[in-house]
């Protein structure tokens, strides 16, 4: 708990829902009503979400495959999959989150399911399992776990992003807190490396693929981790 009495998921469900979700609503579309940080994160996002469609493209054949992506947000990585034939089962802590991913997917005419859930109640086997950035709103000890259940749900591959905690991106983090700027946001963790791979080993998974992506304001680890 906090020093507010208030837990990191509550925190971070009520900030998805009202504030959190304005911000990232924006960041995460191509409107134009963002400011030169915005679109740097943005850029650096669209980035992430490249790299893993790129990936998914070079294996072949997605259609039909299952897809669950947690911490879905607006969908933007769930639904150019649901674009390439992939059954999409995505979800957020957010209801405002998870209602404008179907929104926006029920826009395009695209079949896939979007639903409110924590993370750690996520349920069913996927061919793959998706968690894009999500990890920043994981406490450090509630990291190992988070990624365990995430591989509980695969049966093929988990692939994840995470602000990886380096002494450099802890610095910048650190200078960040110096100057918060004008709007709230929810509490940020960095995570070591060695622990998200220590956590897929133990769970059976093998790092198969890797990409790190930073820009100015945007820095996210991404790994594949496959069953061995
Ligand atoms: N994965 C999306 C993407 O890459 O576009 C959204 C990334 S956004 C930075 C983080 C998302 O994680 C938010 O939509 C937030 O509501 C969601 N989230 C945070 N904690 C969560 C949890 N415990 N369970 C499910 N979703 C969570």
Known sequence: LA??????????????????????????????EV???????????????????????????ISGKSV?????????????????????????????MANEAARRAKEMGLEAKFYTSDLESVSGKYDTVTCV???????????????????????????????????????????GELFPGPSKTTRAYLHEEEVVRNALKKAGFEVAREEMTGTNFYFSRLLEAKRV
């Open 3 to 32: 020093a507010t009495g208030v837990d990191d998921k509550t925190e971070v469900r009520e900030y998805f829902n009202t504030e959190g979700f304005n911000r990232w609503n924006k960041i995460y579309s191509d409107s134009d």
């Open 35 to 61: 400011n030169s940080v915005q679109l740097d994160i943005r850029t650096g996002h669209d980035q992430t979400i490249q790299k893993i469609l790129n990936w998914v493209q070079d294996d072949g054949d």
């Open 68 to 96: 669950c992506d947690c911490g879905c947000g607006v969908g933007s990585l769930a639904i150019p999959l649901a674009q390439m034939g992939a059954k999409i089962s995505a979800s957020d802590i957010s209801d405002s």
């Open 133 to 175: 950035d999500v990890a920043i709103h994981y406490p450090t000890d509630k990291m190992a776990e988070m990624v365990g259940h995430l591989c509980s749900l695969a049966e093929d591959r988990v692939i994840i992003s995470f602000a990886p905690k380096t002494w450099y991106y802890s610095f910048l983090k650190k200078v």
